[in-house]
């Protein structure tokens, strides 16, 4: 197994959709960065304007916390995607180049070359999002500077500065398990579809169907509480003034639980399936 | 017996690919698998090699190797951003083999690659992916190799260098080698047996040389003079330009070509050909 993923990491290391993926997470964090230079107190003052007759602000607004948050939001929909596209890709290109047939003509066993497929889109998936998250930090407080954090979640909430950036940190730990999830739907989408365009037009639109369930009300506590859509979005949570830690923790846990039965569901259908590039 | 396929039946909804097909390999032999598209011989090989599942029948080979088979279905499938040091990598990690640069320099040299080249896969022509899909399928030395229409799309050069390699590993290495085509001449003179496969099932087999020999009907000769002969022409021979197609059917090629002679004609070549209807067909049964 170890072999197998050494081999996984080593290919995944020598394909340029590699470096596609990871330029197309620093184009998004470049764009959210100009835009928040060029225009970000143009934003401030506007949602802040009918308070600013009322209070008195203090201090920068925009300053690197903010920058952070506004990165951390991409979790929502284009980093999702990007890892999708990625991942599926590690199981579909070897479909579509047919190399899948030879590495299953030497002695591998298909549980074992599944579930390294799987490892390693999860180890692909954390560093994804570790290199996000750490250049996020460091060029927003080297460019924007500390301050203190005001963030729009059913009104507007301020955190201190030391306070944000504990929360931001957490936000994006959150976040990372919802990000696992994803990228296990996405192989498992790989396993079942096979094509590669298939399975990104069915992987973008379970993303989409996954963030548009999220915001409708059931009428179910059962299905409010535990159906996967409405697991994804615990890394928000950390920014209400009282963190509802019970609530992190447990859809955490179920979504882990989620990622572990939608992999299972790929093992098996793999497992079963001929090989047939 | 290095293996043994018995009655391999394999259908995929109604259409019945395979019925109760059986072939036995003895090792170090080299063993061919014809028969016209669609006969059935890839699905045959994709059992063998455990992608696909049978439906019915038993697969044994008796191998106590890490590997006891390796092969290369259809065209060679390799990385083709990765170099050819690096596709052997990848397939000597995944099975636990340290991919030395003595044993990377060895499997290149014995399937005739330069170690040197450094360039991604994408850039061999596809008798070096051939090449280097056969190294890869001998890495772990298996004691059997099964080749898909390995000389499809090959030029001459590429099919005859081919051609040394099998040979040059079945008798050298000992190594089982069963290949498959469409094309019997490609078979003739490199297969020991012979196996033939009409529509999913195997209607004949036996020594190469004997299959051949009995659907023979027609042999081509080319020398000069062949117009002014009688023989030819009382024989309903079909002339072509410098050559003539001659099916003998009361005296045997060898009294027809005495008798060419005795009339003067000079004979430069007799080719047999194989009459491929009553090869891959059930003419002759």
Redesign the interface.
Known sequence: MI??I??EI??IG???KTLYALAAILIIEGFVFLSAYYQGAGIIDLLLDNLKESFEFQGNLLNGNLIIYLILNSLWFHVPLILMIIISGFLTSEYK????????????SKLN?ILSKYIVSIIFTLLIVLILAVTTFLISYWIFGYGDLVVYLDGLNFFESEDASYRLINAFLSGTITMVFFSVVSLTLAVILKDATKTWIVAAIFLICSNLLLKIDFNNEIINELFFSKLTDSWQYFFYYEVPYSSIYFKNILLLAYSILVMAIGVLIFKRR???? | MILEARNICKSYGSLEVLKNVTIECHKGRIYGLIGANGAGKTTLF?IL?????QNSGSIAIDSEG??PI?????????????SAY?NL???A????LKLTKELFNESMHQVGLSPERKDAVKNYSLGMKQRL?LA??L??NPDCIVLDEPFSGLDPMGISALHALIKKLSRENQITIIISSHIVSELADLCDMLYVLYDGEIIKSGSAARLLKENVTTFKISGKNLEMSEVLKNADAVFMNKSVLVSPKDSTISEVLQRLIEEGVEVTSCIPQTDLKALFGREGV
């Open positions: 072999s197998l050494r081999s080593y290919k020598k394909q340029s180049d047919k190399t899948i047939e030879t590495v299953m003509l030497q002695p591998v070359f001929d090989i047939q590039g | 994709r090699l455990g992608l696909i599942k890490i590997k390796g092969g290369i279905v259809e065209k060679p499938a390799l990385y083709g951003y990765l690096g990598k990848v397939f990690q995944i099975q636990r899909g890869i399928a890495l772990n």
